[in-house]
Each structure stands twice: as structure tokens, then as C-alpha cells.
């Protein structure tokens, strides 16, 4: 099994910075990691896949990076919106797709 | 647009199986170029995907090892729908479930929250 993690757990940031949030595998899983950012009461939305592609509809301000082992997510400009909990996912290691345990980006 | 309609009972007691639904509108269920999925979510094991199913001339099915004794996803095309059964459930089964589409998963259900207690 493929075992994701990300840091930090919590990144508390100014409207209008920047956030970098990382996540890392276990093992090389290529390019094939997701990005999702899900707010309280709905299901995850997904942002980025292939690491760096951003989905339909995806803001410009939502970045992905990396390939292999280690992989970054990087909201420029914050809205108020987007302070939410991310996961990143990874897709490259059938048949478990795991999850990582999320980053929460909350209001300094 | 893809919208997936997730139905099922709320509560279910323990050791019995627990079945939901999720019904597919604006995609095709036996379209060979993705997969349908369950996956769930508590706060103690955070998203969990649970297992898949796919057409590609037959129907395949792939399921986490750790439930893979107690799950069974069913397609059904003449509705447009899938499936999941959880045999034998626990109070650790507790968790908000959800189907979704793909391999990264781009579409999702509403999430329906599920309570394993008598």
C-alpha cells in the first residue's frame, strides 16, 4: 500500500498570501497524484490532477507541482473561499488509490 | 454535466450488510474509459477508497483488501446505477459514504452518512 502524507496539518494564512501545502508517497507514484479541496458538509471537489493539471473550472490561482515522491500544491492570492481542508490522492498504484490525511488552511 | 444520486438507509444495525445506491445521470455507467467508485470517510481513518467497478466488454470489479471479504459492487445498467454491500458491519463502518467517478475522482455523490448502531 502507498502511504501519503502531507504537511504541515494545519497552514494558517493571511487573505490574499500565498500557501504551499506538500505532499509525499511512499513510492514513486509517477505523475499520477489529485488534488482536492473540500469545505464542511460537501464532498471533496477535485483541483489538480497528472500533478499539474488543473480540472474544469479550477481557478488560475491553484497550482500543482512535482512528479515521483513529492508533489506541491500552491494557492497564490487566498480567497475567502478557499480556506478549506486538501488532500492529495494518488492513482498510479492499483487497485488502492490511497488518500493523504489533509492539510486544513484556516484564517490568520 | 455528470451528477451522481447517492440513496440508503442512515442507521444500520450491527452485523448487518449495508446498502446504498448511486445513480448516474449525464454518463453512461458501462462507458470502458472510467471506473464508478465507493469510497467513505471518518474523522478516524480519514477518506478511504473502498472499491471500483468498470465495463470493459465484462464487468470488473477491484476492492480494498481490507473490505474485500465483506463488499460487493454491483453495476446496473438498464438503470444507469451501481451499487455497494457492506456485509456484516461494525461500529467502525461508521462513516459518511460516497460514490465517484474515475480514477482521480471527478465527479461525486452528495455523501450519505452512515451509523452502524443498534
Known amino acids: 500500500e502507498i502511504v501519503m502524507t502531507q504537511s504541515p496539518a494545519t497552514l494558517s494564512v493571511s487573505p490574499g498570501e500565498s500557501a504551499t501545502l506538500s505532499c509525499r508517497a511512499s513510492?514513486?507514484?509517477?505523475?499520477?497524484l489529485a488534488w482536492y479541496q473540500q469545505k464542511p458538509g460537501q464532498a471533496p471537489r477535485l483541483l489538480i490532477y497528472?500533478?499539474?493539471s488543473r480540472a474544469t473550472g479550477i481557478p488560475a490561482r491553484f497550482s500543482g507541482s512535482g512528479s515521483g515522491t513529492d508533489f506541491t500544491l500552491t494557492i497564490s492570492s487566498l480567497q475567502s473561499e478557499d480556506f478549506a481542508v486538501y488532500y492529495c490522492?494518488?492513482?498510479?498504484?492499483?487497485?488502492?488509490?490511497?488518500f493523504g490525511p489533509g492539510t486544513t488552511v484556516d484564517i490568520k | 454535466q455528470v451528477l451522481l444520486q447517492q440513496s440508503g438507509p442512515g442507521l444500520v444495525e450491527p452485523s448487518q450488510t449495508l446498502s446504498l445506491t448511486c445513480v448516474i445521470s449525464?454518463?453512461?455507467?458501462?462507458?470502458?474509459?472510467?471506473?464508478w467508485n465507493w469510497i467513505r470517510q471518518s474523522p478516524s481513518r480519514g477518506l478511504e477508497w473502498l472499491g471500483r467497478?468498470?465495463?470493459?466488454?465484462?464487468?470488473?470489479?477491484d476492492y480494498a483488501e481490507f473490505v474485500k471479504s465483506r463488499l460487493t459492487i454491483k453495476a446496473d445498467r438498464s438503470k444507469n446505477q451501481f451499487s455497494l454491500q457492506l456485509d456484516s458491519v461494525t461500529p467502525e463502518d461508521t462513516a459518511i459514504y460516497y460514490c465517484?467517478?474515475?480514477?482521480?475522482?471527478?465527479?461525486w455523490g452528495q455523501g450519505v452518512l452512515v451509523t452502524v448502531s443498534s
Open positions: 465517484a467517478r474515475g480514477y482521480f475522482f471527478d465527479f
Open positions: 449525464g454518463d453512461i455507467i458501462s462507458d470502458s474509459s472510467v471506473a
Open positions: 467497478t468498470n465495463y470493459r466488454s465484462e464487468w470488473y470489479n
Open positions: 513510492q514513486s507514484v509517477k505523475s499520477k
Open positions: 497528472a500533478a499539474s
Open positions: 490522492q494518488q492513482y498510479n498504484h492499483w487497485p488502492l488509490f490511497t
